[in-house]
């Protein structure tokens, strides 16, 4: 007999026995549970709550019924798409109750989008919330160099995206390629390719790795749901904060992503972007030399042109002969005066010297000569007496500075029986108290120099010198 059937006989007896609360609340979990442990459920979600713990509580609904769902934070990464209310969604998880509100909800794993209508509704209105925020605004589009040396590739390592870019780059202008790796398609792929793009930011060109002067991020066609990663939130405002120009080339001509409005450049196809990064050398070199001919055309016309006005100008100018030929009979005629002239100015000054020879006379200058002779030789003798006293004066005068040069002189002395002391160095020693014992010293005498050294004792007394007075002599 089961457990139920007992149950039964003993509720028809009147003995059934009573659950409690929490028991009959668990059971019931358990039997739900177990029932629906795997449930793919579609719906629109309503009420969407973000806790403070990472959890999100949100509520499904169609036209007729509602339904509690929870999504730990463990599961919230893993997402295909971010709970939005009024986006319709397919979910899995399983159903299970809250004893404590004897309520059931349904535990959420998975979530993606409906269809291609609430995706596209879903990017809709995150494109009218970055467009409110000005991120499309054309304004803050950063133009392209025009000439890099380094550009940077986000795409994957592998497959034909890559392989094209670097093909066409190597051909049209060939400079150094930075491929930073990531996977284009899935849950993992809109966060490293934002992260590629903030790494490439981050490159300061110090550390011997260049700083790329663009940014391409590539990724071949697929569908809606292949690009979706292209169209998330956080990367589209990466690429928007990059402060190099960002060129998007995901998918073909015809896919539009996010990321398509806030890139400063939008390429067609991977091949296209290669192209709007790079100039082409041939067509560069072609207008260099372009330019070098309009130049050299330039230059020959501006001396044409400046010839024929220097032409021009001397047509309109007098001959040289016509502008010099009356200054020059002028000078021809004032030269021929001037000859003339100066014969005559001899002439003049010739006639007035024979006039005025004839009254110059030696004798009138004898007559001061002599005079002036007789008082020169009044004054020699006058002269000679005042130069002797002069002279006898001056003699006077050095004779007494020679005797004082004389008694002032330091070796006078020695010849009395001083000497003069000296230090090794030649400085004269003038105290005692200045020398030290042991001290060389040099002691000059009338006749020579000797060496001596400083005693440290003290200085021997000597008795008192006896006068002794001379022997009278005899008076008989």
């Known amino acids: 007999m089961t457990t139920a059937e007992s149950q039964t006989i003993e509720a028809e007896n009147g003995n059934a026995p009573a659950y409690s609360v929490s028991e009959l609340s668990f059971a019931l979990k358990r039997t739900i549970e177990d029932a629906y442990g795997f449930v793919r459920l579609r719906g629109e979600i309503s009420k969407v709550t973000r806790h403070a713990s990472g959890h999100i509580y949100l509520t499904l609904k169609d036209e007729r019924a509602a339904i509690d769902g929870v999504v730990w934070k463990a599961s919230v990464r893993g997402l295909a798409c971010q709970p939005q209310t009024g986006l319709e969604v397919i979910v899995t998880g399983r159903i299970t109750t809250y004893p404590a509100r004897s309520s059931y909800q349904m535990v959420i794993e998975t979530m993606a989008p409906a269809g291609v209508g609430a995706l596209l509704a879903q990017l809709e209105r995150l494109k009218a919330k970055l467009q409110a925020e000005g991120l499309f605004d054309p304004a803050r589009k950063r133009p392209l160099p025009s000439s890099p040396a380094v550009i940077g590739v986000v795409t994957s390592p592998t497959g034909a995206v890559i392989r094209d870019i670097l093909h066409r780059i190597r051909d049209r202008w060939p400079c150094r390629v930075l491929v930073w790796p990531v996977v284009v398609q899935g849950a993992d792929a809109a966060a490293q390719v934002a992260a590629a793009v903030r790494g490439f930011n981050a490159i300061d060109g110090q550390g011997g790795l260049p700083r790329p002067e663009a940014i391409i991020v590539a990724r071949g066609g697929g569908s809606i749901e292949d690009l979706w990663p292209f169209n998330d939130e956080a990367l589209a405002r990466a690429v928007s904060a990059s402060a190099i120009p960002v060129i998007s080339a995901v998918g073909h001509e015809t896919d539009t992503t996010l990321i398509d409005f806030v890139s400063d450049r939008r390429a067609p196809t991977p091949t296209a972007a290669a192209e709007m990064a790079t100039p082409v050398l041939a067509d560069l070199r072609a207008q260099v030399l372009g330019l070098e001919q309009r130049i050299g055309r330039g230059i020959h016309r501006a001396f044409e042109l400046r010839r024929a006005r220097l032409d021009a100008a001397r047509r309109g100018l007098p001959r040289p002969d016509t502008l010099l030929g009356l200054a020059s009979q002028r000078f021809d005629l004032a030269s021929g005066r001037l ?82 002391v000296r230090r090794s160095d030649g400085e004269i020693v003038r105290e005692a108290r200045a020398l030290k014992p042991g001290e060389a010293l040099q002691l000059k005498f009338a006749d020579g120099i000797a060496g001596a050294h400083v005693d440290g004792g003290e200085p021997a007394k000597t008795a008192p010198r006896r006068h002794t007075p001379p022997e009278q002599g005899q008076l008989f």
């Open 339 to 420: 000859t003339a002239a100066l014969s005559r100015n001899v002439s003049a000054h010739e006639r007035d010297l024979v006039r005025v020879s004839g009254r110059l006379n030696p004798h009138l200058l004898e007559r001061p000569v002599a005079l002036r002779t007789e008082r020169l030789g009044a004054l020699p003798p006058r002269l000679a007496a005042a130069a002797r006293r002069l002279i006898e004066r001056r003699g006077e005068r050095l004779e007494r500075a020679a005797s004082l040069l004389r008694s002032l002189h330091p070796e006078a002395p020695l010849a009395r029986g001083f000497a003069l």
